[in-house]
């Protein structure tokens, strides 16, 4: 029943701004004790966790992208997305956003999508 599907342009030029959105279905994204979190994958660094918002509305960023990350939500529209901010070619990448039970531990994904910086 809980469905997660990421959204959002497949190509990004240098120096733009990426923004991804995660339409939540089945669940709230204000559900007790759930965090909402964006993952992504590539073959330089693997499963890199981005980022996470908690059902409170907090965010959590890994440190590495803390500068230019930012993640929203629309709690109307059971949504979260991902800002990211001057892309270089070293942000190509499938991203996922995933239901974090917390602890690292992710029980819902999206399919993923393939985000590519190029000129």
């Known amino acids: 029943q809980v469905q997660l599907q990421e959204s959002g342009p497949g190509l990004v030029k240098p120096s733009q701004t990426l923004s991804l959105t995660c339409t939540v279905s089945?669940?709230?994204?204000?559900?007790?004790?759930?965090?909402w979190s964006w993952i992504r994958q590539s073959p330089e660094k693997g499963l890199e966790w981005m980022g996470s918002?908690?059902?409170?509305?907090?965010?959590y960023y890994s440190p590495s992208l803390k500068s230019r990350t930012s993640i929203s939500r629309d709690t109307w529209k059971d949504q979260f997305t991902l800002q990211l901010n001057s892309v270089t070619p070293e942000d190509t990448a499938v991203y996922y956003c995933?239901?974090?039970?917390?602890?690292?531990?992710?029980?819902?994904w999206g399919r993923g999508t393939q985000v590519t910086v190029s000129s």
């Open positions: 995933a239901r974090e039970k917390g602890s690292g531990w992710y029980d819902y």
């Open positions: 918002m908690a059902f409170t509305g907090n965010t």
């Open positions: 089945g669940i709230s994204i204000t559900t007790n004790y759930y965090y």
